[in-house]
């Protein structure tokens, strides 16, 4: 069984501060998704990843693929109130349909 | 830009009754999803479709049944409503590769 762990599980921080979460598995993915999902609303993507040791920046956000393709980080610079959400992971491997998701880790940036 | 809708945002029932919860993408994606999501147990996949007519079991289907008989809509059915399907269930579609899948808003159930 694959899974995929996620940290920290709580971030609480103040608007301006620099965060960085991880999800990790022992299992090799062949894809890697983030999402940020608001409370009440379904998760929405931010970005996909496939290519080990890949980088994708999407303005203050920054993924990152690990070069085994076990693991991965979302490094926000200059946090803002608007970031506040539960991030998760999710993972594609031997399935040829399903992700793997973590549980996420729940991000409050105050003002 | 890609869509998937929920046919409710909120629903109430009562214990027993029967309840269809619809989903609909217009991506023209094969794979579609429902699951549900609790506090503490994260993402939960109940089934999923990867065609017409075809359906697979998730990791919690007990209590559940689904219908495709169209690409674009999926439908979650809850045979007789219990209080512990009181959930979030979101919907999600997808292509094959690289499987990233797009969600609907949520359904919040709430069985009395």
Known sequence: TQLLEQSPQFLS???????????????????????????????VLLVTVVTGGEVKKLKR?????????????????AAQPGDTGLYLCAGGGGSNYKLTFGKGTLLTVNP | DV???????????????????????????????????????????????????????GDIPEGYSVSREKKERFSLILESASTNQTSMYLCASSITAPKTQYFGPGTRLLVL
């Open chain 1, 61 to 77: 956000l920054t993924f990152q693929f690990g070069d085994a393709r076990k693991d991965s980080s979302l490094h926000i610079t």
């Open chain 1, 13 to 43: 921080i103040q608007e301006g501060e620099n965060l960085t979460v991880y999800c990790n598995s022992s299992s090799v993915f062949s894809s890697l998704q983030w999402y940020r999902q608001e409370p009440g609303e379904g998760p």
């Open chain 2, 3 to 57: 869509k998937v809708t929920q046919s409710s945002r909120y629903l109430v029932k009562r214990t027993g009754e029967k309840v269809f919860l619809e989903c609909v993408q217009d991506m023209d994606h094969e794979n579609m999803f429902w699951y549900r999501q609790d506090p503490g147990l994260g993402l939960r996949l109940i089934y999923f479709s990867y065609d017409v007519k075809m359906k697979e079991k």
